[in-house]
């Protein structure tokens, strides 16, 4: 199926919908859609396949419009059950997510919609607003205490029974997000994870208090920016235009990265990045820890600093293509090579660590 022919099944899929303006503005989302994938390369067949399959994006875009931006109120949802809402990435392209202790994953949708799933805990309200930008609030619900009065020898005693469900109720949500429609998505917590697979963005922003981080498979169109406080950083086969992945106390570890611009930093911890492919500049460094790094490809400005560390670098090809400029304060510098006067600049830093750099040949 072309582009027109889909275009045209689409209109006539969406026919029941009265207002016209919603029409048009569906239909020219996935027009555009199909149009960014012809520009990668793609024929508007292969545009048009890679979108899914047509009668569900017309039985999605029916419910998430009978829907509206929100779903019915979670006081309708039995405690414990899950509770799930469903929206249009045509209508809305950004997700917020704040919260003080959540769990937070991004998996890929099973159709073209987004999906927002989380359990309706008797202690926990979540709050979702929004249309084309959607927040997602999680609070503590105002329950009253269980109490216990005591008399012992004419004198009264009382005291609550400890709040535990405020510990063990699963506190997770899940984001379930389509590739054929990438959106935004921002999350903010205080001492929750994050976890990403197989799932592709139009950008991703992430600041965590305490928690772990650990991405495998990802793509984004715009920017990738994570940064934890107190927690790893763990991710693999990420593709972006810009990538800063930095931990404040935690591990920094990287594997199979492609992207522009690459920033891999940790205050306290190690950085370890092993096949990387920053095709424009890459800025690694930690302030008590090692520095490790293993490119795929040469890159014209590479930066990498520590203070009571060591560093280790290796460079694909041979050292005529590096000018290298390292120093150590109280370390020993070694240079595998006569890199001198190449066209890819690097500089290593250390004030009291080893600088080893190595060439591929």
């Known amino acids: ?28 989302f996935y027009d555009q859609a199909i149009d960014d994938r012809v520009e990668d390369g793609m024929t508007e ?24 931006p929100q779903s019915r109120p979670e006081e309708d949802v039995p405690p414990g059950d899950a509770v799930r809402r469903d929206f249009d990435p045509a209508v809305s392209t950004r997700f917020e997510i704040f919260d003080t202790s959540l769990d937070v994953h991004l998996l890929p949708s099973p159709d073209a919609l987004v999906h927002l799933e989380y359990p309706s805990g008797s202690r926990w309200r979540y709050e979702v607003t929004g249309e084309s930008v959607v927040t997602i609030r999680r609070s503590r619900k105002n329950t009253a205490a269980e109490q216990f009065n005591f008399d012992i020898f004419g004198v009264k005693f009382s005291f609550n029974k400890p709040d535990l469900g405020f510990f063990t109720e699963n506190a997770s949500l899940k984001l379930l997000l389509p590739a054929a429609a990438p959106v935004a998505v921002s999350v903010n917590t205080a001492s929750g994870n994050l976890t990403a697979e197989r799932v592709r963005l139009a950008s991703l922003s992430a600041a965590l208090a305490s928690g772990d981080v ?29 990538i800063t992945l930095t931990s404040a106390s935690g591990d920094v570890e990287l594997a199979d990265i492609r ?37 795929d490809i040469p890159c014209p400005d590479a930066s990498l600093e520590t203070v009571s560390g060591d ?25 595998g090579g006569d890199a001198l006067t190449g066209p890819n600049r690097v500089r290593i830093k250390a004030l009291s660590g080893d600088i080893d750099v190595e060439f591929g040949g």
């Open 45 to 68: 067949e292969e545009a048009v396949a890679a979108l899914g399959d047509l009668d569900e994006i017309i039985r999605g875009v029916r419910d998430a419009w009978e829907q509206g």
């Open 214 to 242: 650990e991405l495998r498979d990802m793509e984004a169109e715009g920017r990738l920016s994570v940064s934890s406080a107190s927690g790893d950083v763990d991710a693999a086969r990420l593709t972006a235009p810009e």
């Open 311 to 335: 560093v280790d670098l290796t460079l694909p090809g041979p050292e005529s293509l590096y000018t290298v400029v390292a120093r150590s304060s109280s370390g020993d510098v070694h240079i």
């Open 1 to 28: 199926m072309n582009k027109a022919e889909f275009l045209d099944k689409l209109c006539q899929g969406l026919r029941f919908q009265a207002d016209p303006d919603e029409i048009r503005r569906v239909v020219a």
């Open 259 to 295: 992207c522009g611009a690459l920033t891999a930093k940790s205050a306290s911890g190690d950085v370890d990045l092993e096949n990387i492919s920053p095709a424009n500049k890459l800025t690694a460094g930690a302030v008590s820890g090692d520095v490790s790094v293993s490119l």
